[in-house]
């Protein structure tokens, strides 16, 4: 049975929050200091209120009123202990980008976002797909494979793929300093570990100095050349410097979004 992923397995506990008595002009300065839309009111570490971005812009030609006179009174919460699909409901329904989590004791703990939630529901995507690259290649080559969670160096990395694109390697970028970092999934070899799914997370990540990433590997019981494996080899491709990063042309999926959007327009 699967493990029930609770809002404290994926919310922001280092919380910036703003006093009542704050100004809106103080209260804005921490705003644009984050990357939330709104922040919680606190007073002694407890969760009074919260506000929001458009509340601050409301007010902006007041910027010494204080924060307790422009918040409006009741504040939706959640608790670390709850489900994170019921936290995603509530964000939904209520049209909020940003939740507060509060303890039993109303004790300010932390934040739960859109991003939050889109990285819990990814990264539990990943375990499927790396049961069905297992099961494909025991039923191909006839072997047993182990699976292990593991952090492993780029530099060890031989890839599959023959080619990136540019606007997705600053996508990606753009969700590694969010937080959202999928696991990368690799079959170990010998003397390297052969990259099947991830090339553009790594090759973003690298472009950033990062030297490490996390990945499932899969382990098998005998060292067997796999079919992308030797079709790789053929390419050339053994270094993530083989991989060519296309410019100037979008990835497939920007491409096929935008040209439904201009059929429908």
Do not use: C, W
């Not at 509060?102 to 300010?108: A, I, R, S, Y």
């Not at 995507?125 to 047993?144: D, G």
């Amino acid at each position: 049975m699967d493990k029930k992923i609770r809002v404290e397995d994926y919310m922001v506990k280092n919380v910036v929050s703003v006093p009542p008595d704050f100004t809106v002009e103080e209260a804005t300065k921490r705003l644009i200091s984050t990357e939330f839309h709104g922040l919680p009111v606190a007073e002694n570490g407890r969760l009074v209120g919260f506000v929001t971005a458009k509340e601050l812009l409301r007010a902006a030609s007041r910027p010494q009123a204080k924060i307790r006179d422009i918040i409006r009174r009741g504040t939706i919460s959640v608790n670390p202990e709850m489900d994170i699909d019921d936290a995603a409901r509530i964000l939904f329904r209520y049209g909020l980008r940003n939740l507060p989590v509060v303890d039993k004791d109303g004790k300010l703990v932390g934040m739960i976002s859109n991003i939050d939630i889109v990285r819990s529901h990814i990264e539990r995507a990943t375990p499927n797909k790396v049961l069905m690259i297992k099961t494909f290649l025991e039923s191909k080559h006839k072997i047993k494979i182990a699976v292990r969670r593991r952090i492993i160096p780029i530099e060890a990395l031989r890839p599959t793929q023959h080619e990136v694109y540019a606007d997705e390697l600053r996508g990606r970028q753009f969700e590694i300093r969010r937080g959202l970092v999928e696991p990368i999934i690799v079959v170990q070899k010998r003397d390297y570990y052969l990259l099947i799914d991830g090339h553009h997370r790594v090759l973003a990540a690298r472009a950033m100095g990062v030297r490490q990433f996390s990945a499932f590997v899969l382990e098998p019981n005998i060292d067997v050349e796999l079919g992308l494996e030797k079709t790789a080899k053929e390419r050339g491709l053994l270094t993530m410097d083989d991989v060519k990063i296309i410019e100037g042309s979008h990835h497939p999926l920007v491409e096929v979004t935008t040209r439904l959007i201009k059929e429908e327009s």
